[in-house]
């Protein structure tokens, strides 16, 4: 009986033995597969980046292309703050949008006129609460925008 069990014994341990051998064996094959594949990170040096981002081809069709100077940079005509208004200020103040003051309400004005014109000034040109800066036009010089200001300011007085 002795030599049953010792028989079993290295049979399970031969198929044991062979089951980890296999399972070793296909693990291992994998990781050389994979390893075969392992793409080598490129050069990050910058002629390489340089050479790695140029275009590809460059096409020219008809006649080489005509250099056009560009044309002298002109002045700004300053604005009136009356034109400052109706283009910037009046989408908002003519139909008291986000709390504004409607162009022309004195009574909505009373509580801004009061804290100085300075004070009109500064919230107009930076910006306060609701009010963007500059009523949204961020090419207006300060005194544009005290110009319109003053405008709007002379519709309730």
């Given amino acids: 009986m002795d030599s049953q069990k010792t028989g079993k014994f290295i049979v399970g341990s031969i198929v044991i033995f062979a089951i980890v051998f296999f ?14 594949h392992v793409v080598t990170p490129e ?7 340089a050479e790695r981002i ?3 081809a460059e096409v020219h069709v008809g006649e080489p292309p005509v250099v056009v100077e560009a ?8 604005e009136s703050g009356e034109q400052i208004v109706a283009n910037a200020c009046a989408l908002c103040h003519s139909t008291g949008m986000m709390q504004s003051p409607k162009l022309g309400d004195a009574a ?25 800066a500059r009523g949204t036009n961020p090419s207006l010089s300060d005194d544009e925008v ?3 200001v003053d405008h709007m300011l002379s519709l309730v007085k």
């Fill in 23 to 36: 399972v070793i064996n296909i693990v291992l094959s994998t990781m050389q597969d994979k390893a075969k």
């Fill in 43 to 49: 050069s990050m040096t910058e002629e390489a980046i």
């Fill in 54 to 56: 140029k275009p590809v």
């Fill in 71 to 78: 044309a002298p940079i002109i002045e700004a005509s300053v």
């Fill in 108 to 132: 909505a004005w009373a509580p801004r006129i009061e804290q100085g014109i300075n004070v009109l000034y500064d919230h107009a040109i930076n910006g306060f609460n609701m009010m963007p």
């Fill in 146 to 148: 005290k110009a319109a």
